[in-house]
């Protein structure tokens, strides 16, 4: 169990781990793993947890390798209630900036910490109960919703907990934006809250954690920042008779599947060294096939 006076902002690059308070957490551990598929996984997570933003390369290529066997359970735990603590050295929102600037670095995902010192958020509620009321509309788009608000906060330092932020990231992925707003106020609040309890329940310390479970009910967590090939690892073992696929690794493939990378993310599901991608990347915005937003601690592309 952690201190109490630990603060969730100061997730530890070298655990991999956006830590909350787990002063009232419970042992009472009665979720019922329901799975359509051979793997389930319940992943606790935030809109705002930097570490999360980090390990997206290696859910990306979880999925186009083993999506076939896994379902992916979105539960959102509630990583800054408000401002109304004092400890671990913050105590407002400027003092994530320059911590947000150091953990970019760690996991090579561009985050700019700028955000809390021009645009600072007041709670990361907000964009988790919006996520839970786009699931009510759609669980793929709302997986795509929750990225676009990601890249949104980490990239283009914008306060996702303003309901306009909101609205805009729910256009571009195609969600109904009324009926999220209307969502909001009902359903999802309450559905928002039965994922802050299941967190107790499980007993869940800090984001990421994933629940993966079998047709067994045998369960491994992952917690933290992890590479990939404990993901497989974790996978495979739980599911002998997973196979991953082959897939389209090329640029254009890869494009089609995500239509946003990182040099990071490409890296890690082309196959390439970190130095080929990026320098594919540039060559690529160059001849003008791909669009590159740039932030003093890395670039994002998309196809022009």
């Known amino acids: 169990m952690k201190d109490s006076k630990s603060n969730p902002l100061l997730c530890d690059p ?11 957490t419970t042992s009472d551990f009665d979720y019922q793993f329901q799975q359509k ?5 319940i992943y606790f997570t935030d809109p705002i947890c930097s570490s999360c933003w980090g390990i997206e390369p290696q859910l990306r290529k979880l999925k186009l390798e083993y999506g076939k066997y896994v379902e992916i359970e979105y539960r959102m735990g509630g990583l800054l209630p408000d401002w109304s603590y004092n400890s ?13 600037d150091e953990v970019s670095a760690y996991y ?10 021009e645009n600072p958020l007041a709670s990361s509620y907000p964009p988790s109960i919006a996520f839970k009321a786009a699931q009510l509309q759609d669980e793929a788009k709302a997986q795509k919703f929750m990225r676009r608000m990601r890249e949104m906060v980490f990239l283009e330092k914008k306060n996702i907990a303003d309901w306009n932020q909101i609205k805009a990231a729910a ?14 106020a009902g359903k999802a609040t309450e559905l928002f809250k039965e ?5 107790r329940k499980m007993g869940v310390r800090g984001f990421p954690t994933l629940y993966v479970n079998n047709s067994l009910n045998n369960t491994q967590v992952i917690y933290g920042f992890r590479p990939y090939a404990l993901f497989e690892t974790t996978l495979r073992s739980l599911a002998p008779a997973a196979f991953k696929d082959s897939y389209d690794t ?8 995500y239509p946003t990378l990182t040099a990071r993310e490409f890296t890690e599901l082309s196959g390439k060294s970190r130095q080929e991608s990026e320098s594919l990347l540039k060559q690529l915005t160059q001849e003008g096939k791909l669009k590159q937003h740039t932030t003093k601690n890395g670039s994002i592309w998309k196809v022009k």
């Not at 598929?37 to 996984?41: D, N, S, W």
């Not at 994922?195 to 967190?199: E, G, I, R």
């Open 14 to 24: 070298e655990t991999g781990v956006c830590e909350i308070d787990t002063s009232s």
């Open 37 to 41: 598929k051979l793997i389930k996984i």
């Open 88 to 100: 671990g050295g913050i105590s407002k929102p400027s003092d994530v900036a320059h911590h947000w």
């Open 108 to 117: 090579d995902m561009p985050i700019d910490g700028d955000v809390w010192l």
């Open 171 to 184: 256009i571009e992925v195609g969600l109904d934006a009324d009926k999220i707003q209307q969502d909001y």
């Open 195 to 199: 994922d802050l309890m299941l967190a």
């Open 250 to 257: 090329s640029w254009e493939g890869l494009f089609a599947k």
